[in-house]
T-cell receptor
Framework: GAGVSQSPSNKVTEKGKDVELRCDPI?????LYWYRQSLGQGLEFLIY????????KSGLPSDRFSAERTGGSVSTLTIQRTQQEDSAVYLC??????????FGPGTRLTVL | GDSVTQMEGPVTLSEEAFLTINCTYT??????LFWYVQYPGEGLQLLLK?????DKGSNKGFEATYRKETTSFHLEKGSVQVSDSAVYFC?????????????FGAGTTVTVRA
């Protein structure tokens, strides 16, 4: 079946602009995660959605970052007023509860 | 909080050499431990996992044993191939109160030369 998909695959934006990154999880997966992969910070957790529970936002680096998950499926990560330090690969993963997390190919964000 | 420390790279080996990547962790309770691999140009994928002490995860010739006494989960392969060139990440999840997020190590880049 289809895996986790993310769009766009690449995004170049100017400092100060807002960006939206999209994640389509594997159908039926109840849990969805966003991670960020950058040279200086490695792979870091951003936010986690599990079913209808309130999301775990403990990894969001600032209030410029937000995410939503509509209808328990698609998720959008929004970064407002982007900064150069936001440049990274943003990874989405989904899982069926505590089972294996399946990762998407990522969105490479470059902030000029 | 939870954390993972893994061997710094890069690591360069010849084909058929023995590979070890060290990984140690800090966590409360009894976490599950994972090795993920990222091949060039591809996404992260699970290589192997272990969910309790003394468990051995294995896949594609790779093995790692969950050692609670040393809080370690070292990755080993007896005879590497060029196709094993990738970035390897050690990770844990504590599964506390429905919290399944992964904490990752920094990653180790492995290059296998023919």
């Amino acid at each position: 079946g289809a895996g986790v998909s993310q769009s766009p695959s690449n995004k170049v934006t100017e400092k100060g602009k807002d960006v939206e990154l999209r994640c389509d999880p594997i159908s039926g997966h109840t849990a969805l995660y966003w991670y960020r992969q950058s040279l200086g910070q490695g792979l870091e957790f951003l936010i986690y959605f599990q079913g209808n529970s309130a999301p775990d936002k403990s990894g969001l680096p600032s209030d410029r970052f937000s995410a939503e998950r509509t209808g328990g499926s698609v998720s959008t990560l929004t970064i407002q007023r982007t900064q150069q330090e936001d440049s990274a690969v943003y990874l989405c993963a989904s899982s069926l509860g505590r089972e294996e997390q399946f990762f998407g190919p990522g969105t490479r964000l470059t902030v000029l | 909080g939870d954390s993972v420390t893994q061997m710094e790279g890069p690591v360069t080996l010849s084909e058929e050499a023995f590979l070890t990547i060290n990984c140690t962790y800090t966590a409360t309770g009894y976490p599950s431990l994972f090795w993920y691999v990222q091949y060039p140009g591809e996404g992260l994928q699970l290589l192997l996992k272990a969910t309790k002490a003394d468990d051995k995860g294995s896949n594609k010739g790779f093995e790692a044993t969950y050692r609670k006494e040393t809080t370690s989960f070292h990755l080993e392969k007896g005879s590497v191939q060029v196709s094993d060139s990738a970035v390897y990440f050690c990770a844990l999840s504590s599964f506390r109160s429905n919290d399944y997020k992964l904490s990752f190590g920094a990653g180790t880049t492995v290059t296998v030369r023919a």
